[in-house]
């Protein structure tokens, strides 16, 4: 079976995202809230579709703002729901709107998103899976385990021979610094 890092090798969508975005620390608002989007309307589908279907999603979510997310109506949602360059999954829709909200409430309580998920650093797969469920929707297993990976929490975004795992490796990762 193929990994990630060989997919991705040379492929138009894949590769930039596995070489330059899959793994590395991540600690901004908007990017996080993006990550964590398109992990939730990946679910059922493939990853070539989300990568596809990006553009549009930070045009319909205003690029992550979460405040400006936060603030959608059912106005947006039906708007949404009727917009061919995203993916028009309705519980996902509402989700990343309720989420949206959850970070802005955790933006409050923590000092922000990057915050709170620092303070849970070692926590193990299925807690964080159960953090996640108690502040989140649409978020199972497989979504908040690929979330992490994508931002540096949990290990294996890249194999160990894979270029960009020495480079990630060097920012000092938070999977890499609990292995210390």
Same mark, same amino acid.
């Given at each position: *079976?193929?990994?990630?890092?060989?997919?991705?090798?040379?492929? =138009?969508?894949?590769?930039?995202?596995?070489?330059?975005?899959?793994? @590395? =620390?991540?600690?901004?608002? !908007?990017?996080? +809230?993006?990550?964590?989007?398109?992990? $939730?309307?990946?679910?059922?589908?493939?990853?070539? $579709?989300?990568? /596809?279907?990006?553009?549009?999603? #930070?045009?319909?979510?205003?690029? +992550?703002?979460?405040?400006?997310?936060?603030? @959608?109506?059912?106005?947006? %949602?039906?708007?949404?729901?009727?917009?061919?360059?995203? %993916?028009? #999954?309705?519980?996902? %829709?509402?989700?990343?709107?309720? #989420?949206?909200?959850?970070?802005? !409430? $955790?933006?409050?309580?923590?000092?922000?998103?990057?915050?709170?998920? @620092?303070?849970?650093?070692?926590?193990?797969?299925?807690?964080?899976? /159960?953090?996640?469920?108690?502040?989140? /929707?649409?978020?199972?297993?497989?979504?908040?385990?690929?979330?992490? *990976?994508?931002?540096?929490?949990?290990?294996?975004?890249?194999?160990?021979?894979? =270029?960009?795992?020495?480079? $990630?490796?060097?920012?000092? =990762?938070?999977? @890499?610094?609990?292995?210390?």
């Amino acid at each position: *079976m193929s990994t990630y890092c060989e997919i991705a090798s040379g492929h =138009p969508y894949h590769g930039p995202y596995h070489e330059t975005e899959y793994g @590395f =620390p991540v600690e901004s608002e !908007s990017v996080l +809230f993006e990550r964590l989007t398109l992990e $939730i309307f990946q679910a059922g589908l493939s990853w070539l $579709i989300v990568l /596809k279907k990006r553009q549009g999603l #930070n045009i319909a979510f205003n690029n +992550f703002d979460v405040d400006q997310v936060a603030s @959608f109506t059912q106005l947006d %949602i039906d708007r949404l729901r009727n917009d061919s360059s995203i %993916i028009r #999954n309705r519980l996902k %829709i509402e989700a990343t709107i309720y #989420n949206a909200k959850s970070i802005a !409430s $955790i933006r409050r309580s923590h000092g922000g998103f990057a915050n709170w998920l @620092f303070q849970k650093k070692t926590l193990n797969r299925e807690d964080w899976s /159960k953090v996640f469920k108690q502040n989140f /929707k649409f978020v199972g297993e497989k979504v908040v385990g690929e979330f992490l *990976m994508s931002i540096g929490y949990l290990e294996g975004a890249h194999h160990e021979n894979c =270029p960009v795992y020495n480079s $990630i490796k060097a920012l000092g =990762p938070v999977w @890499f610094k609990n292995k210390i």
